[in-house]
Structures are given as structure tokens and as C-alpha cells.
């Protein structure tokens, strides 16, 4: 360039970056050939700290890796955030990913424990349990990556944390809740509780979603997303392929939660006829909204508004809720009718396995230890049967000692023990008789 200062230096380069993979990298606007020289080898060396923990605060790593994360859930993804963003980004953000080790992640995690929630409370175990899993998530990447060796966060462990389990409303829980207000956090009625529930909600406009979700157990989300199209009246048959969750204040609608989550669900003669009572209810109003000459949306949803548009997840967890509490029952969670649900078919008779495919598990495991709960009347009669086992062995022991003491008897005594009468006794032979030999059997 002819006139001085017109003009400036860029420099280039090729990097490899995080995953290996070689990068060109092209930046301008420096003053000088040396400015650019210098800026390329800052670069260069900024690129090699990046794929070590050296060169990566937790704070950038932690975004780096939410921004990965691209086939999560949009629930997931919003746990994954506000953990992020309001816990461990302000408490750990500004380390290096090298300088985490296993009694910095303790003593932070014991200073979260001291505060509060969003709601005054102090912070849950299941809360510090769930942000130990969300910094295990994004630690387990950079330990994929190769920028740390382990993940100092696996072993980390929250006391006083256990996984809830699902707890029966026994006569002496529903006292003690009347009494204090204490309630279990997860709880499913009895038999007889669930019928008064379906009996004072028998005219609700959504009594067939209670109907469902209490004796098919299906997820809020799957009720709220299960279209006519997918439902076999004739057949008996529910087909569950789409479910609409919310993630924050949106709705969110796409495939279930897993894989296994796409099922067929069988379908009771009683249950046909609810649903097909649903229908002419539902197709009724239709007809009289377009007399009407009002909006009416043909979404081609079981459960809808008036206007027909698709019911709002949260509407039918509040409503649940206004229901239970008119009824006048302990209360439980919309949720919780899916343990129950489970409970009961087991109490029936069903299998693991066949509860698994009715859940819609990937695991039998999880079937089994979160999802059948031992109701009252199932318990009693495998207590009546342990008891009549153990009874009946006793019984046959008693028997065989009895039996075996009459044959150790002896032969003198009588059933009373007193010595029998004296038979008379023979007369025995002289020894000179015996040594006589009878002349006949020699054939003298």
C-alpha cells in the first residue's frame, strides 16, 4: 500500500479443536505484521490450553456442554439450566476444570445445603441430589473429551437422600393426616379409596382421563396427547404415541419418554364403554357450538377444552387437585395414580413383566421398585398364607412324632402305659427232650 497506516495484517491458521478435528482460523485487523505474528501464536496457544482442564473455566465448560445437549428433552433441558444458572455456575463457575477435586465439590455442596429454595425453604436433598447429577452429566463429557482424568463428582454423596417410595392410605396414615397435616410425599389410595374418588367424579367432563390414569396408569403427558386416531374402541386397544409435557410455562408435544413408551394398552369392556360415552359427549357439544354458530376447533384430541382445542397439562394437575380435596380424601398427586394403578393390577394378579409393558418401562427394574406398592389386602392374604404354610408343617410334624413314639411302645403295655394281662407261660422242654432226635424225621 502506497500511503502510510492504510490498510492492516491478518493472519491464518489450522488448530485442531475440541474433538479433534482440524479448524481453519482467519482474524484481521492488526496494525502490524509482528501484532499479527503475535496474535496467531496467542491463538495457537489458547487452542492447545482448550483441550486440557486448564483452559476451561467450569463456568464456560458448563455452557459449552448445555449447548451440546441438542437431543434432550425440552424438560430435561430446562432442569439442566436453572441448576446451571442459578446454582452452579454462581458457586463454582469461576474454577478451572482442573482445579475440581472431590472436598471442593463437598464443601460447595455443603454451602448450597445451608440456603434456601425459590420458595423459603431449605434446600431438599432430592434438590442437591439433582444438581450432583447435573454436574456429574457435564463432568462425564469433559472426562469423554479427555481435558480431565475422572470425574470428581461421581463419588460424591447426599446424605439424607433416599428415593421416595410409594406409601399406602392406611386408616392410621389418614388419622395422622387429619391430625397434622403431614401427608407421605408419594401416596396411592386404596381400592376402596379410588371408587369414592370415580364415584364423586362421575359427572366431571374429564372423568374417563381420571378413569385412565387411575386403572391403565398412564402419564399425564400420554392423556393429555392421546388422539382419537390412535384409539381402537373396537378392538379394545389405546395406542400410545404422542405425549404433551410442559417446560416452564410452554407446552411442549413429541414422542413419549422413551422408547418402550410407545405401547399398546388393553382395554376392559368397562373402560370401552366409558370412552365411548366421552365420545358422544364430546361429538354433542360439537354439534351444539356449531348451532351456536361458536369457534370449535376439530384438533382430533380425546381431551380437550370447550372450544376443542387440546387440554393444558398443568389444567388437569389442578384440577386433579380441586377434585381430591372436594372429596374429601387423603391427598395424592395425579402422578401418584399411576403407582396406584400398578399396586392394584398387581394385587390382581398381574406380573412384573406384564405391569412393565402396561407402564411403558425400559427396565423390570424400575417396575418393581418404584411402581408396585404392597396394598393392605395383598399383604394380608400373603401374612394368611405364610401363616397356614408354617401351621400345616407344624400339624404334619406333630403327627409324625406321635406316630413314631405309638411304634417305640413296648409291645407289653397298653395305649395308657400300664402293663398288659399275663399270658401263661408254655412249658419248656428239658435239655435231655431237646437233645432227643425224633426218629421219623431221619427215617428210622
Same mark, same amino acid.
Given at each position: 500500500? #502506497? ?39 496467542? *491463538? ?16 464456560? %465448560? ?7 445437549? !441438542? ?26 476444570? *482442573? ?6 465439590? +463437598? ?7 445451608? !440456603? ?10 432430592? #434438590? ?48 395422622? %393426616? ?32 381420571? %378413569? ?11 392423556? *393429555? ?19 404433551? !409435557? ?30 365411548? #360415552? ?89 417396575? #418393581?421398585?418404584?411402581? !408396585? ?26 403327627? +409324625? ?44
Amino acid at each position: 500500500m #502506497a500511503d502510510r497506516g492504510h490498510g492492516s495484517w491478518y493472519f491464518q491458521c489450522f488448530a485442531p479443536n475440541l474433538f479433534g478435528r482440524s479448524e481453519r482460523i482467519r482474524r484481521g485487523g492488526f496494525v502490524s505484521q509482528g501484532a499479527a505474528r503475535q496474535a496467531r501464536e496467542d *491463538c495457537l496457544t489458547d487452542c492447545t490450553a482448550r483441550r486440557c482442564g486448564d483452559g476451561w473455566t467450569v463456568e464456560r %465448560w458448563l455452557r459449552h456442554w448445555l449447548d451440546t445437549r !441438542t437431543r434432550i428433552r425440552p424438560t430435561t433441558r430446562l432442569a439442566y439450566t436453572r441448576d446451571v444458572e442459578l446454582v452452579l455456575i454462581p458457586r463454582l463457575g469461576h474454577y478451572r476444570l *482442573c482445579d475440581l477435586d472431590g472436598p471442593l465439590l +463437598r464443601a460447595v455442596l455443603a454451602e448450597i445445603a445451608q !440456603t434456601t429454595n425459590a420458595k423459603g425453604r431449605p434446600q431438599s436433598a432430592s #434438590a442437591l441430589n439433582h444438581l450432583r447429577t447435573t454436574l456429574r452429566a457435564a463432568l462425564n463429557l469433559a472426562v469423554r473429551e479427555e481435558l480431565i482424568e475422572s470425574n470428581p463428582a461421581r463419588h460424591i454423596e447426599i446424605h439424607g437422600y433416599r428415593r421416595p417410595h410409594a406409601q399406602v392410605w392406611t386408616e392410621g396414615r389418614v388419622e395422622h %393426616w387429619e391430625l397434622t397435616g403431614e401427608h407421605p410425599a408419594v401416596a396411592v389410595w386404596t381400592a376402596t379409596q379410588l371408587a369414592g374418588f370415580l364415584d364423586s367424579v362421575a359427572d366431571d367432563s374429564l372423568f374417563a382421563f381420571w %378413569w385412565l390414569a387411575a386403572l391403565r396408569g398412564l402419564r399425564r403427558g400420554e392423556l *393429555c396427547g392421546l388422539r382419537w386416531a390412535a384409539v381402537d374402541l373396537d378392538r379394545g386397544l389405546l395406542f400410545v404415541e404422542r405425549q404433551r !409435557t410442559t417446560a416452564g410455562y410452554q407446552v411442549v408435544e413429541g414422542e413419549p419418554k422413551t422408547a418402550a413408551g410407545r405401547r399398546a394398552v388393553a382395554l376392559d369392556k368397562h373402560t370401552v364403554a366409558i370412552l365411548r #360415552a366421552h365420545r358422544s359427549r364430546q361429538l354433542a357439544h360439537r354439534d351444539k357450538r356449531h348451532t351456536a354458530a361458536a369457534a370449535w376447533i376439530d384438533s382430533g384430541y380425546v381431551f380437550t377444552r370447550k372450544d376443542g382445542d387440546p387440554i393444558n397439562p398443568s389444567y388437569a394437575t389442578t384440577r386433579f387437585r380441586i377434585l381430591t380435596n372436594r372429596a374429601g380424601l387423603p391427598p395424592v398427586r395425579l402422578h401418584d395414580l399411576r403407582h396406584g394403578a400398578a399396586s392394584l393390577a398387581h394385587e390382581a394378579g398381574a406380573d412384573l413383566k406384564t405391569l412393565q409393558d402396561l407402564l411403558g418401562h425400559s427396565s423390570i427394574v424400575v417396575t #418393581a421398585d418404584t411402581y !408396585t406398592s404392597v396394598l393392605p389386602d395383598a399383604q394380608r392374604r400373603c401374612a394368611d398364607t405364610t401363616a397356614a404354610l408354617v401351621l400345616a408343617a407344624s400339624r404334619h410334624t406333630r403327627q +409324625r412324632i406321635k406316630e413314631k413314639a405309638a411304634k417305640n411302645q413296648p409291645a407289653n403295655r397298653d395305649e395308657k402305659g400300664t402293663p398288659s394281662e399275663k399270658r401263661p407261660a408254655t412249658k419248656k422242654r428239658s435239655r435231655r427232650s431237646r437233645g432227643r432226635r425224633n426218629p421219623l424225621r431221619h427215617g428210622k
